[in-house]
């Protein structure tokens, strides 16, 4: 992505001219909607180490240390220019969000090289690694006042938002309905397996376990499959039973 420095707006211009909370789209960037910057305010050049995670060590009580084992004989080096525009991670947004700065060295990883043949966890600049030692000057705090959006950006995703609304209030109700009789037709396909079946019909608890299955081999977040599903799965028979010709 090409970024001109005039396309730029920052987070509190962007509040006040499109009357959205900054909260609002610190949220959105959070959710892909939108991306953020900063612009750096120096040269510099940094140095980036792969490391692989360790374990948590207990060091008192109370006080956890995670171990991590930095890979220095494959150090990395970027160079920054002034005025450059460095786009914001998503654990730096979170940080935002929750903290209202983040570390200025998070700027910096993102630039790192791709690495496809070496294993590694995560990156750390070197004065991270190096953080312990009582001269070594530590990273400034990025805050809200140096945070820039694309204003075209935003302006398509409040766009997007005013048709939903819109459009939300007439089709809600269609979709769920869909929704459910995709759900129960998709269960009576799997009871034709004895496996999920239960006499003639669909058997709730063993697709439910199917579900939480297919959620892990995905790698997706379960939550909510548990404890929803079976009910949901009910509303679905139920729906299909009322949509019969």
Request: charged share 25%; aromatic share 8%.
């Amino acid at each position: 992505m090409n970024i001109q420095l005039r396309d730029l707006i920052t987070i509190f211009d962007a509040s006040k001219k499109f009357t959205l909370d900054t909260s609002e789209i610190l949220f959105d960037a959070l959710e892909g909607n939108l991306s953020l910057f900063v612009l750096s305010n120096k040269d510099l050049r940094e140095a980036l180490i792969p490391c692989k995670k360790g374990v948590l060590q207990h060091a008192s009580p109370g006080e956890f240390i995670r171990q991590y084992d930095p890979l220095f004989h494959h150090i990395k080096y970027v160079d920054i220019q002034l005025g450059q525009v460095l786009e914001i991670n998503e654990k730096s947004i979170k940080s935002l969000i929750v903290n209202q700065q983040f570390s200025e060295a998070e700027l910096y990883k993102p630039l790192a090289p791709i690495c496809d043949d070496l294993e590694f966890d995560f990156w750390e600049t070197e004065r991270e690694v190096y953080s312990w030692e009582e001269d070594m000057p530590a990273y400034s705090d990025v805050t809200l006042e140096r945070i820039y959006v694309l204003e075209a950006e935003v302006i398509t995703t409040k766009a997007n938002k005013g048709n939903k609304v819109s459009i939300s209030k007439t089709t809600t109700g269609s979709a769920s309905s869909t929704a459910l009789k995709v759900i129960g037709l998709l269960m009576h396909h799997l009871a034709k397996s004895p496996k999920y079946a239960s006499g003639t019909s669909p058997n709730r608890s063993q697709i439910k376990e199917l579900l939480l299955d297919l959620a892990e081999e995905l790698d997706v977040n379960s939550y909510g499959l548990s404890k929803v599903d079976e009910r949901l799965l009910s509303d679905a028979l139920k729906h299909i039973e009322s949509q019969k010709n």
